[in-house]
Nanobody
Framework: QVQLVESGGGLVQAGGSLRLSCAAS????????MGWFRQAPGKEREFVAA????????RYGDSVKDRFTISRDNAKSTASLQMSMLKPEDTAVYYC????????????????WGQGTQVTVSS
């Protein structure tokens, strides 16, 4: 079992930055793949980014590439998502997720989920 708790969401103006964090517990953090997803009202859950256990490999969704950066600190059992050049269309609930193996981009590949944190970008 893995428990995930997101933090860092809020309201930010377009063009601004925000950093989300995901604190994990319950399993050796350094052995699990971490992902970030988001879901806007009326839309499907969308892949944002994923990172391998060592942090050496990452993947990004096309809509956030070159603006968002995923990272992790295995010593602190946390994963982070640095978001820059935010746009109103980035407004969504952001979720962190975990799985045992593979940098997958589909939500149904992930076994554990946090409760989500709201990010609102005003124009």
């Amino acid at each position: 079992q893995v428990q995930l708790v997101e933090s860092g969401g809020g309201l930010v103006q377009a063009g601004g930055s925000l950093r989300l964090s995901c604190a994990a517990s319950g399993r050796t953090f350094s052995s699990i793949f971490m992902g970030w997803f988001r879901q806007a009202p009326g839309k499907e859950r969308e892949f944002v980014a994923a990172i391998s256990p060592s942090g050496a490999s990452t993947r990004y969704g096309d809509s956030v590439k070159d603006r968002f950066t995923i990272s992790r600190d295995n010593a602190k059992s946390t994963a982070s998502l640095q978001m820059s050049m935010l746009k109103p269309e980035d407004t969504a609930v952001y979720y962190c997720a975990a799985r045992s193996g593979g940098l997958y981009t589909t939500p149904n590949r992930y076994d554990y989920w946090g409760q989500g944190t709201q990010v609102t970008v005003s124009s």
